[in-house]
């Protein structure tokens, strides 16, 4: 059993920046952030694969927000810049033992979330 836990949300003003960390307890092949805003589904941000550090983006984020990794310390970070006020939501961390994927499915970890609400 692999444990997440998620820090660094918060309130921030559109076209700011605000980074998010996840630690996760053990090892994984591949760990993912996904959001969820008020009444939409959760969606795929982008994921990063331990082995060669490959990482993986929606559009909607490409250029604005980067995922970076310390294997060593089991920690993903995810870099978000140029926030739009569209970018608020609660942002969860996953862990897979599998290829990063956009699909939710192939999560077997989740962490409890953390809020980021993006002022206009």
């Known amino acids: 059993q692999v444990q997440l836990v998620e820090s660094g949300g918060g309130l921030v003003q559109t076209g700011g920046s605000l980074r998010l960390s996840c630690a996760a307890s053990g090892r994984t092949f591949s760990m993912g952030w996904f959001r969820q805003a008020p009444g939409k589904e959760r969606e795929f941000v982008g994921a990063?694969?331990?082995?060669?550090?490959?990482?993986y983006y929606a559009e909607s984020v490409k250029g604005r927000f980067t995922i970076s990794g310390n294997n060593a310390k089991n920690t993903v970070y995810l870099q978000m810049n140029t926030v739009k006020p569209e970018d608020t939501a609660v942002y969860y961390c996953?862990?897979?033992?599998?290829?990063?994927?956009?699909?939710?499915?192939?999560?077997?970890?989740w962490g409890q979330g953390t809020q980021v609400t993006v002022s206009s």
């Open positions: 990063i694969n331990w082995s060669g550090g490959n990482t």
């Open positions: 996953a862990a897979s033992s599998k290829m990063g994927t956009a699909l939710s499915l192939a999560y077997d970890y």
